[in-house]
Structure formats: C-alpha cells, structure tokens
C-alpha cells in the first residue's frame, strides 16, 4: 500500500511520472521499473545518501550504481531533481546537470540522456550500465577500491575514505552469471560497504520470472556470506530505511535487501505485467495513473516543494558531509604531505615522478625470456613505484606472472590479509574480474586484471565497457597463441587478437621480444581514458640485439622499422609477438642472400593508424607490394597491411595439442616459410 | 581411508597410475585430479554407468561428462581399461579407442589423446572440456535433451529415453557464472535426470580456495532447488554408490554430490598441494607415490584382471542394457514407425523429406520487414517440417522473434508446460543458452539459441566450442548494428561480426532482405557439423525485386551479383545486411547517371570463401578496382574485399542513442554518401 499523500510521497510520484513522460516522449524506453523502485531509490537518496549533488566528483561520496540500467529514467530523475551539477573537462561547474529539457530530450541524438546511463557522459552516473550484471560486478570493484583506500591512506582521527557503495538490481542482473561471480566475490572479501538493493518484481521480458528463475535468491546470497534483508513491499519507505540502517551497520558483511515490488506500480492496466517493461505506457494509461498518484496531468512537471525538499534533505547532508570532508583533507594535507599528494595524483589519474625509473632493459639474448615472464619484471619494476597499481588474475597468477612481489593480498583479516594488500584473488571469475577492474579504476585506483588471452572470451564485455567509458583497465593475457602447445586448441587463441583488436577503443600491444614489452608498459601506464591489452608469450622470446636493430621505443608508434637492408625493400615482412624472431631469422638469410629486406615490427594497429600519414608511408612504403606478415593468429585484418599483393602467415582453423616445436612444424611457422613467401614477394 | 586392496582397488589405483605416467612421459598435464577422483570416477562407470564400451554411440547410453577438462587422463584411463571401441566416419569399429600407446602419446602431435577430451575426436568423449563451466553447461543441454526425446518419444511399454547425465566438476567450475546460470536452469526446469559431482579439494592454482572461495556451495545448490548429498571422503567408494543410488531416484530435482577429495591423494609430498595440479609429479614422486598404492613401479602397466572385471561390471551390465534397448527398439519401429523413422533421422543428424517446402517466398515490398521479423516467419515454416527443431532465447523472445508458434514450453509440469514443449525459456543467461544449446545439439536434437547480437560477446566461449566440436548449433542474433536505435552504444554491436566471423569454422550469414533471410536458413539448416550465426535487423529492409534483381539464392554461395549494369563494372558496391538497400538505392542512381555499376550482396564471408577462385573473381573481378564496401560495423576485415584502392562506409567506433534515422546521418548511412564514394572509386 501506499504511504499517506505527503512531500515525500510526491516526490515519489515526481521521479515516476518524469520517467513516464519520457519515455513517452521519446516513444521509447523502459517506464516500468523506474516506477517501481521511485520510492527505494528516493529513501535511499534522500534518507541515506552521502552525496553532495554540488560536487559530483567527491571522493568520499557513497557510490549509486543502476545495474538496471533500463531503468535509465529512474536516474536521470534523481539527478534533475536532487541537482547534481554539470562536469566539464573534469571540473565540476555551476549548470546542473541535467535540465527538464535534458529530460525531454531522453533517447535523442546528442542529448545528454541516453537510453542506457553513460559514466562520463552524464554527471552523477557513476558507471555506464545496461549489459546486465555489469552495474553488480562494477559496485564490488568501487567496494574493493575503497577498502584499499582507506587502508592505505586512513590514518587515526582521519576516516578520509569511508563510503558505501548501493547497487540498485533486478532478475535480470541475478540471472547473469558475472553478477554471481561478483556476489561470490564480495562474500568472500566480507565487503562490509556493499549493498545490493534486488527488485524482485517476478516479470522478465518473456513473462512472469516462473518461466526461468525460480531459485530462491535469497538463500543463495546467504550461501555466498551476505547478510540478507526483505522488504515486503517496495512502497514502505519506512521500513526500507530501517533496512538500510541494518545494512550500514553490518561493517563485516555486503548486504542484499530484497525488495518484493510491482511493476509500473500505480498503472491501471500494466502494472504487474511484461508490457510495462520495455515500451512506453501509452497516452491513455499515463492519465489514468497520474490520477491513481494524485498527480498533475501536466507532462514533465515537478510540483513545487519537491526540489527544495531533495535540496534540504540529500542536499544539506549532501553539503555539510563534503565541507566537512574537505576540512579534514586539508588537515591531512598538513599533517600527511606525501600521501595527500598521492591521493592527488589517484584522483587527477596522474602518474607520479620517475614512475618508469625502474623499468628494465634487457640484454641480447638469443634463448631469451617469455614475455609473460619479462612482463612479470617490468610490472614489479612499475609497481614499486607506482604505489596504487594494484591487479590480480583468474587463479592463474603463477601462470601470467602478474604477482606484485610482497605487494601482500588483498583479503579480510579472517582470511589472513589486509585491505592494503596489492594482489587481488579473483577466483576461476574470468567476467567478474573485468568487470571488478572496471569498478576499481572508477575509483582512479590503477588496476590489472590477467589471465589466459583464450579467456578474453569469457569476459569481452567488460573490456568493451572499459573502453566505451574511457577507463585506464589493463588486462594482461598470456599463452596469446598456439605456443600454449599441449593444452590443445581448447586453449589456443586464433580469433582473440582480432576481436579485440576490432574493440573500438582498446589499445592492443603484442611485443615481440622483452625491450618491446618493457616499451609496452611504458606506452600503456600513461594512458587515462582507454583500455590496453597485453597479449604476451608463455614461451620464450629471445632478446634482440638493440645496437644491431631499432630501438624497441618504436612500440609507442604502434610499428616501426626494425630492421632494414638500407635499399628500396624488395619485400617488408611485418611481424607481431612471437612471430617477430621469424621475421628477423628470415630478414638475416635474406640479405645475406642479397635481398633488400625489411623487418617492420608491429606490436600494436591501433596506435600504428593514429601516427600521421606520412609515418606510416615511411614504414611500409605505399610503392613496396611485397609483403609477407606473420602471427599466429586469424587471418581476418591483415589484409590492410600486405595489400592485395601481399601474403600472410597465420593460423585457418583451430590449433592442436603437442608440443610447440611440432606446433610449429605442423602450422607452418617456420624461418624457411617466410624465406619462402618472401622470396615469392620479391619476385624471385 | 582407504578401502582394502582388492579388485576394485586395482582398478582405481590402475586409473591413478596411468594418468600419473602419462603427464610425467608428456611432461606436461594434470596429474592430481585424476589421482583424486579415480575412485568416484571408477565406481560411476563400473557400478551405475549404463554404458556399453562396445558401442558408445548407442543413443540411449548414460552421459558421462568431464567437465574438469584439464584432467582428461582420467577419463582416457577408463576410456582405455573399459574397452571403448572407436568410432570412425560416424560408425563404431572394432578396434579399441584408446590403446596404451594412444595413452604414451598423450599430449603428442596427431594422438587421440589431446591435453583437454575433444569430442569427435575421441570416442568415448561426450563433450569437448577444458574451458572451466562449458561441461556443466552442456550437461543441462544434454539432460534438457533427454527429457525432450523422451517427452516426444516413449510409448507406454517404450521407456526408449531414459538416460541419465553425469558431470564431474570442480572448484573451478563452481566459481564460473556459466555454471552458475546453467546450475540455476537445471534446477527451474527439475531435471531429475541429471547429476553433477563436485570434486571440492580446496585447492586452485594460486593455492589453497580460501584466497578467493570461500562460500557454502552446498548451500547454493539447495537454493537453486537441487538434491544435495555429501560424500566426506572420495575414497568411500561404497558410501559413493549409496549417494549414486539417491540421485538417482530423486527423478524431481537434480543432484549435486559434493566430494571432499584430497588433490593427488596418495602422492607423499605433493598430496593435497598446487604443485600437484598442472604439472607432472616428477619421477621420485611418482615411485613413492606407486609404493604407496602398492602399485608396480613398471610405466603405463595395467595389472591383469582389470580389463577383464571392467568387461564383467560396466562392460556386461552396459552390453545386456544395450541389446535389450536395440530389441525395444525394433519392436518400437514396428509398433511406430514415423517415430522411429523420425529418430533415426535424428541420430543421423539427416533432414526429413520436404523440410523446406513451405519456407516463404516474399513479394517486392518498398516498406518491407525487419530481418528478424521475416526469420521467425522462417523458422515457423521450417519447424512446421522439421518437429526435433527445438530452441529460445535468453528472455527475449518477443523481441528476436524466436518463439515457435504452437510449440509449447518446454516446462516442468509444476511450471504449467511440458518436456515435449519446442520453446525453451533461457533466462536472461546467454552463456548458459549457448552452452546448453551445445548440449542439445550433442544428442542430435537440431538447437537454436537467440538474443541481441551484441550479447554474443556473453556467450562466445560456447559458440567457439560448438565450432570446435563440429555441432550444427544455430545462433540467431537480432538487433545488430547501429540499427537498435534509442538503447544506445551499451547496446550496438560493432565488433561482434568481425568477432564471430573470425573464429574458425562458424558460418556468419548477415542476410539484406526477407528473401535472403529465406536462403539463409535455407543455407543453414542442413548444415550438420558448423555453427551458424544469424544477424538480423531491428529495424525494417525493404523486400527487394528478385525480377529485376538476381535470385536470393545466391546467399549460399555467400555473395553473389544482386545487380549490374551489364557492361564492365567502373565500381562494385558490396554490402550486407541492413546496408543491402543503400547500396541498390546508390546502384539505381549511378546506373541512371551512366556509371556502370555492380550490387554484391554478401551475407557470408566463410561462404564466400569457400567457392571455386573462379567464382569469387566473377562476382569480384579483380581487374575492378573501384570498390565500396557498406556494413554499419567494424572496418576490419573489409580492406579484403575493397582491395588498396577500395573504400569501406562503417562505423570507427560506438554507435549513439538516437532514433535510427539520426543515427545514419550523423555515421554516415546515406545513399548520398554511398554515392559520392562510388563515383571517387569510378574516377568521377
């Protein structure tokens, strides 16, 4: 039942009759759920909230997240009404951030509310959800990263980092495996600052959630180590308050509350029903339930009281909370001089002097060192100065090397280690783990997160939401190709480079020997608003002798000359990874057979097609025809760079179990199939 | 403890022994699971496997699958002592599968005895594992399977279906989402017939499961609405049985038995330790370890007597069920004999006569209709004819199109449907769809999962291994471009085509009108060792005039000449999918201004790639340079088709939320564009 008609219960109604009209508007949308969760995601604002919608960027605000991101209206609403201001070049300034007009323009070209909410595209989004289960895995990533924080940087009578983070969820999210990855994940760590608000309305788009999910939720949050609450009826505000003072209170647990809701609540007709999810209410039905609220007819209106109301309520807590926050910074600053510019440098995502002062180089050495084992180097080499690098792997650290030496885990007290720990266990949660690295970077924390590049697979969607928000995730995979050997095609990689290569955004580096992966942290750890992936080698590499080719600085150029006769090249042979020794055995035979050769090194496309014109003619000359690339790896992309004259050597169908000398027979990476091709390049 | 040594002992230590020698000869592999859990395994298979080694293709045989993939030597040891005859061209031959030196080439170039089981590759494998949580998922395939054939097929008198599915899993399994959502699945749907062994030995490869899984699994399952049982030991083989026993008769829930094991149990140091996960025990261990068992220091030494009590339990009990099935059956055929023609068609993986004799024709239609609307017009004609055409989508049903009319849901009674119900309700778990529909496919039931093609990006592992088993699985992907409107970028698909077109042996079919729609699954379903993936619009294509323009049925030869002008092509534009229109709308243009144009329509790369040389340079002659490609997707991969001098019209990065018409103007979608480019590459 509904609550007694009052300031509360109208600003209830408001954030539900936007949401309507909106979609309405836009014909287009998802009215439902925001109608259902107004009067939770209110009291939570409204009532628990620690948020100054003045300073959307505040460290220490609690974080919101929407894993509904359907619900979209629902959160647009919130920002309009409470007045979350605008953020400009990362700046915070006086406009809000979203006007009634932005709400009129819901689901337009160029508006600044899109159908699903866009972190960094709307202030007050705290990340960009819609893919489901996402916005789930995000908030124990910001749970983790503020445990970490305030483990490193908290000091006695200085609780500078001390907020929670509320996941507003529904079927959906609880039927997606990377959110049970994550809830798994969060019971273990004993995430004490998490709650999960669930929606269980029991409709999915096919109907009535008893066509597919009939688990009981509940227990199975039990069974992972939250503390589970219920609210029997998402209307009683009252009681939901007091559910969340019990979730506050639990600081060894993540909470789940569980909140029984209806579907489009208050709508005649579509309450209750899949009809109400995904498509506007209809003109007719808006009337009837802006009567059944009580509300005005009007479209888009807010009655007046209501944004006062949010201003004393969220916003003087809101307010008082972050002046508070910022006194007590500036008595850290005196008091802490080097850990404040740290949390400076954390939150401007700058990198402190002489980070890449320890950053190797490695001698000429023909038995040389797997890149993974040399990445494994050059990552401790950063770590040891870059102190919030923090990352982990999907139980394969010994694998991917990816340990930061005594970095300590991260891990509760019971589990014998400490928040501040730098060396996060995922688990066998290869998505969770994505994702996680996505919550923790919105922190400005720096993360990794590795594993086996065939397992890129299981967690491509966050890798796209990485970039699609413009975060610096690294993700680090090993055994990149049919060098895995024994363990078979099952674990071989042959369309991963590709796809991710294919990632609007993601920066993908394949060096070649251990200079080039030295190069490639140098050239990643910069970033600040898009992803990068390594794929390195679980086998061997040798080290290229560096007086005798190009320095490996070329990296950052995406591909450079590494070798050249010094004549007009007969034929360029273009090489990434593993397969570079090929190319470099091969361009030796060749000259010394007088072909004019060239090697071009190619760790990385995409920053290869940013470099001007006029670079990219000096390394493969737009008149040079013959060329012969090598990877192992699918075909599909290469065209671009041999030609229609040009040729590749790469992988057409699956890999094989054996061991990789045999791989290698069997598959055709050998010095003399390149000699071959090339020699067929140059027309001899 | 361990139980006497007696015969049965033998034979477990035998399984122990053999895995053991094979990862130390390969110097590569997993030794410990096997060690742990060759008592479990060995009582399943030699005390409760209905299974006859001298046909493993016998369609009413229990399932067996390793879903712990990595220890494969587990399941080759019973493979080999168990006398399993081989398979080859899809017929069981006399000679054993695996022969002891199969089992010395584990691991080796060219063995039946790769590092992970792959199915078809080795008879006795049910299911190609490794990637952790795919064998669970494909379990509930091949249970959903059963319960289907049986639901369709069983007579009073005619019990012909009734198997049951075994799956051992371990920790890694149970920290994957995918075995989470199928888990979950298996539960709604109270698949009696399905038990799933957990191998829980607290040991992953970063070490003791305390770092990062710590949760009451048990607990989990119960919530999800499965029989639990708990096995203390695993060495119990007796107290194993009895739990076998229950599982077995609950035939209203599954059932997960939880075995406490100790990793590598017998092995004096590396018991119970990572060391002894994925590498070999080395040789001094080795020794120790036989003297504990009381085993023969001799390599690869198979005592006498086990073989022979393998033929008397497993081998006799399955042989006797065998033949008595194949009795049952033939009376079946005499009583049934549509049914039973209908079942052999399905076990030959074969199409019934007239199967695509009302798949529509569609007339010229400027307005048109959405590809996904006129597919679920097709798959309707085609599962009017073909009844084993089974298939859902993961909660989104009304929107891909996907829902046989007339089908029923495929339900548990309590859920108001039935097992024989053609329409499975997936959940919104795209993972565990495209995993269980793998599982479907293995039975020979024809499987289709759908979603939006942007989700594939959740459910490319399966799709892979539905390649990499040579299963005819079928994916039908709506909403696959830019062409999803207003839910914006979280939603547009731009890499996922180039994605699935990379890996290897999937056929991706992008189709541009209702007609090629028709040849596409015209083109797929008799597919019988690939998967196809469908890519379907949102959004309406007009039906375009196969009277003036070249018949639809060039689809299955992947790209065709849709129109020419009849003299040498100046340009050719080549499209796909939704852009098929703006490149005949540009044709009719350029052909009216005398540009000598050519329309290819090419919803298939892989089909394109497979024709005569000949044929691709009639459709693409190479003499043409001038070349535009038109695809609302990632550019990579096209530079093949427009060759150096070429362009391609796609999309460089996200997509946006908008209405659609606003989209193609602000990526560049016009007609006029297409234009423009095309009269550059014709030199006007």
């Known amino acids: 039942g509904a609550p007694a008609r009052d300031i509360d219960r109208t600003c209830i109604d408001t954030i539900r009759t936007l949401s309507m009209d909106a979609v309405q508007k836009a014909n287009s949308g998802h009215p439902g759920t925001a109608m259902a969760l107004a009067p939770v995601a209110y009291t939570l604002w409204q009532d628990a909230l620690s948020y100054d919608p003045a300073d959307p960027l505040w ?20 920002i309009h009404l409470s007045g979350i201001r605008d953020v400009v070049d990362g700046k915070v300034v006086g406009a809000p951030s979203l006007t009634i007009d932005d709400l009129k323009q819901f689901r337009q070209i160029g508006s600044k509310t899109p159908g699903h909410p866009e972190y960094h595209h709307t202030a007050g989004v705290e990340t960009t959800t819609g893919p489901l289960g996402q916005g789930c895995a995000n908030s124990v990533g910001m749970a983790i990263a503020q445990k970490w924080l305030a483990a490193r940087f908290d000091k006695p009578g200085f609780p500078l980092f001390d907020y929670h983070v509320y996941t507003l969820c529904g079927d959906g999210d609880m039927m997606e495996g990377v959110a049970s990855e994550a809830a798994s994940t969060a019971g273990h760590l004993k995430l004490g600052n998490l709650t999960w608000i669930y929606d269980s309305n029991r409709i999915s788009i096919e109907g009535s959630t008893d066509i597919a999910f009939t688990e009981d939720v509940a227990k199975r949050f039990d069974a992972y180590g939250w503390q589970v609450l219920v609210l029997k009826d998402a209307n009683d505000t009252a009681g939901f308050l007091k559910l969340l003072e019990q979730a506050k209170a639990e600081t060894t647990r993540p909470t789940f509350i569980l909140v029984h809701s209806v579907i489009a609540w208050g709508a005649p007709k579509k309450a209750g029903t899949a009809a109400a999810h995904g498509e506007p209410l209809g003109a007719d039905e808006i009337k009837a339930t802006k009567a059944f609220y009580g509300a005005s007819e009007q479209d888009f209106f807010v009655p007046e009281g209501v944004e006062k109301h949010f201003q004393d309520g969220l916003g003087a807590r809101g307010a008082a909370a972050s002046k508070k926050w910022k006194e007590l910074f500036a008595e850290y600053k005196k008091a802490y001089p080097d850990e404040a510019a740290e949390i400076e440098l954390i939150l401007a995502r700058k990198l402190p002097e002489g980070w890449d002062s320890e950053i190797p180089t490695y001698k000429t050495d023909a038995k040389g060192v797997a890149s993974r084992q040399s990445s494994g180097e050059v990552l401790n080499a950063v770590a040891a100065k870059l102190p919030w690098l923090i990352g982990g792997a999907a139980d394969l650290a010994p694998s991917t090397k990816t340990l930061i030496k005594d970095g300590g885990a991260f891990q509760p007290a019971e589990w014998n280690g400490s928040y501040a720990g730098r060396n996060l266990h995922f688990g066998v949660r290869e998505h969770a783990m994505g994702a996680i690295v996505n919550g923790i970077a919105l922190a400005g924390v720096r993360p990794y997160g590795a594993g086996f590049l065939i397992f890129s697979d299981y967690m491509k969607p966050p890798i796209r939401l990485a970039s699609l928000m413009g975060l610096p995730s690294i993700f680090v995979f090993t055994h990149d190709s049919i060098g895995v050997g024994e363990d078979g095609p099952t674990h071989q990689p042959i369309e991963q ?188």
């Open 497 to 684: 480079l590709v796809q991710l290569r294919a990632t609007p955004g993601v920066i993908v580096l394949r060096p070649g020997d251990a200079n080039e992966v030295a190069e490639a942290w140098r050239t990643l750890i910069p970033l600040t608003n898009r992803p990068a992936v390594l794929a390195l080698s679980r086998q061997n590499l040798p080290t290229l002798d560096r007086e005798k080719y190009a320095s490996a600085s070329g990296v950052q150029k995406g591909a450079y000359v590494l070798a050249d006769s010094g004549k007009t090249p007969a034929v360029i042979l273009i090489a990434t990874g593993s397969e570079l020794q090929l190319a470099v055995e091969a361009y030796e035979k060749l000259i010394a057979d007088g072909v004019a050769a060239r090697v071009v090194s190619m760790p990385s496309w995409e920053l290869f097609e940013e470099q001007p014109q006029s670079y990219r003619d000096e390394v493969l000359p737009p008149a040079v025809k013959g060329r012969v690339a090598i990877e192992a790896a699918s075909p599909i992309g290469w065209h671009r760079y041999v030609g229609d004259a040009g040729t590749f050597i790469g992988m057409n169908g699956f890999g094989a179990s054996a061991p990789l000398p045999e791989l290698l027979k069997k598959f055709g990476f050998t010095v003399d199939a390149v000699i071959a091709a090339a020699r067929k390049q140059a027309g001899l």
């Open 59 to 78: 460290p220490a605000r609690d974080r919101f997240v929407l894993s509904v991101g359907h619900a979209s209206m629902l959160l647009y609403s919130l």
